[in-house]
């Protein structure tokens, strides 16, 4: 286990993945993150609170929810990009055993994850600090709440690349994967969680949402209205369960296939 | 000693039979030419030997044992094939590093694998910007690494221009003399010819031939062809010895069942002149295209 998790280490070390995905997360935090900001306490369209208020400082700090999306997509193009390049062949020749690389995988991904997760923490941080102060704003949240917003974001980064890692084990083809992780994370999990609301706080983006500041009706992607947020730890319970749920899966079926 | 032994192996792809109750081995200190047409069944029969492909039934074993279950001593079995992919963001030497790190093996060896293949020069440029000739010879740098007893390549002239390919027999050569058991598909028969010992041959998944290379060479030797103005008369004589005839042209024949010195004894002792006369001395492809029966079929 110890040399594939460190080839897959390596392998995350030199290329430029993680860099662009946590570029593409940092981008789309950093987006979301000044217009809302610029907007907060207008009361028009979808705006947030004002920075002033402890709910528009929180809905800030989780302009994040597209980078959780990013993270997801991380992971996907951490296992299914072997397939598309086709480097999987030596990389079953040098590790034949493919449920410890699919681990080793979900690892690398992870940390990966996390990185990009204290990234697009960091940007929605700063820019709900920097536009707080610039407005004369005391701080609306105590620090401990920040700092778990944060966390939130951090740990379900990371536990939403690991899921990723093995989605794009189950759904070997990466655009297909891709879609599909996209098309849940805005689609599924809005429809199902509105519809069924009940549901809805065990499914994996939204879990991660919440763990990340959004709250019943609120953040970008927007969390359906009526879906009651899951304790903190219980959010990383759900999001975990599910990652090794999906890895389990690839690993009985996918990962088992002919690598051609 | 037999290091590679497949038994009675079969892959089926739905419908299709791509490996058909296939049978040979390999013994160590052998290059071994692994031929077949197109669509042969190779390179899957390549893939079962190192467990990337499972196979429908049969066996395929290295050291008496699958691939997957060899242990440490898998890291002395070199593979490189032709479908491998190289990240075109990784560096040549990454790319090397991060086979070492897979392999559990250190990376004492990059530069002399860089070096045994002609790459040291490159060894920081990005994959995305190597030719195929280059990523070949990468393919083979990475099957280097573990300083491997066993080498399996699938088609590495593929790609090569005219030098790599010299190059690459020159490199499989050094690899036979070096005592390593070598297992490789090619396309490129007469380079095969100039480095194999042993061959073979499959055709739409069945074994055809396996024997020594210059077994197979001779077996495909060809007619004695003559060029004489009384053919005719020298057609009849050679037929009442036992051998077979063909026209090849006017005035020439192509004779099966006599060898040259005795088709010149026959023409002298009738006193039929001779203006021509040259023996095929058979060739690994001749050997090919006949077991195969492939000339003419499109590849």
């Known amino acids: ?260 | 000693m037999t290091v590679i032994e497949v038994r009675g192996l079969v892959k089926r792809f739905g419908p299709a039979t791509a490996v058909d109750d296939l049978s040979f081995s390999v013994g160590a200190g052998t290059v071994t030419g692994f031929l077949g047409p197109n669509g042969a069944g190779k390179t899957t029969t390549l893939r079962m030997l190192l467990g990337l492909v499972r196979p429908t039934s049969g066996q395929a074993l290295i050291w008496g044992r699958p691939y997957r279950e060899l242990g440490d001593r898998r890291k002395r079995v070199g593979a490189a094939l032709e479908t491998s992919g190289i990240h075109p963001g990784r560096t040549v030497a990454g790319h090397l590093r991060v086979r070492c790190a897979a392999r559990g093996a250190g990376r004492s060896r990059i530069g002399a694998v860089l070096e045994e293949t002609g790459m040291s020069e490159l060894a920081g440029r990005r994959a995305g910007g190597l030719s195929l000739g280059e990523r070949q010879r990468l393919g083979l740098a990475g099957a280097l690494l573990g300083d491997p007893e066993v080498m399996i390549l699938d088609e590495p002239a593929n790609g090569l221009d005219p030098a790599g390919v010299l190059w690459l027999r020159g490199f499989l050569r050094r690899l036979g003399d070096q005592g390593r058991t070598v297992l490789v598909s090619s396309h490129i028969l007469a380079e095969v010819a100039q480095f194999a010992d042993r061959a073979v041959v499959l055709d739409r998944g069945r074994l055809v031939s396996a024997g020594p290379v210059a077994e197979l060479v001779k077996a495909a030797r060809r007619a004695v062809t003559v060029r004489s103005p009384r053919a005719e008369a020298l057609r009849s004589a050679l037929t009442a010895e036992g051998a077979t005839v063909r026209t090849a042209g006017p005035g020439r024949l192509e004779i099966d069942g006599l060898d040259a010195e005795q088709v010149a004894t026959l023409a002298a002792a009738l006193g039929i002149p001779i203006f021509e006369m040259t023996t095929d001395a058979g060739s690994l492809e001749q050997a090919f295209l006949r077991l195969t029966a492939t000339e003419g079929r499109p590849g």
């Open chain 1, 1 to 260: 286990m110890t040399s594939a998790l460190h080839a897959e280490f390596l392998k995350l070390a030199t290329t430029r993945l993680v860099a662009a995905m946590t570029g593409l997360a940092v981008a789309l935090t950093a987006l979301i993150g000044v217009l809302e900001a610029v907007t907060a306490g207008t009361g028009t369209g979808m705006a947030i609170p004002s920075l002033a208020t402890a709910d528009g400082l929180r809905d800030n700090l989780a302009a994040t929810g597209f980078a959780l999306l990013v993270a997801a997509l991380l992971g996907v193009a951490v296992t299914s990009g072997e397939y598309r390049l086709k480097t999987a062949t030596d990389t079953y020749l040098d590790q034949p055993g493919r449920g410890r690389v699919l681990a080793a995988k979900a690892v690398a991904a992870a940390a990966a994850g996390a990185v990009l997760g204290t990234a697009a923490a960091a940007t929605a941080t700063g820019i709900a600090f920097g536009f707080a102060a610039s407005r004369g704003y005391p701080l609306a949240l105590p620090g401990p709440d920040i700092a778990r917003y944060a966390g939130g974001t951090v740990i379900a980064s990371a536990l939403l690349a690991a899921a990723g890692a093995g989605a794009g084990s189950l759904i070997r083809h990466q655009v297909g994967a891709t879609i599909a992780v996209v098309a849940w994370g805005l689609v599924v999990e809005l429809v199902v969680g509105a519809t069924v609301t009940t549901v809805g706080r065990f499914l994996p983006y939204t879990a991660a949402a919440i763990m990340a500041g959004d709250t019943n009706g609120g953040g970008m992607p927007q969390i359906p209205r009526g879906v009651a947020a899951l304790p903190y730890p219980a959010a990383a319970g759900v999001l975990a369960a599910i990652a090794v749920a999906i890895a389990v899966a690839a690993a009985l079926t996918t990962v088992r296939r002919d690598v051609a």
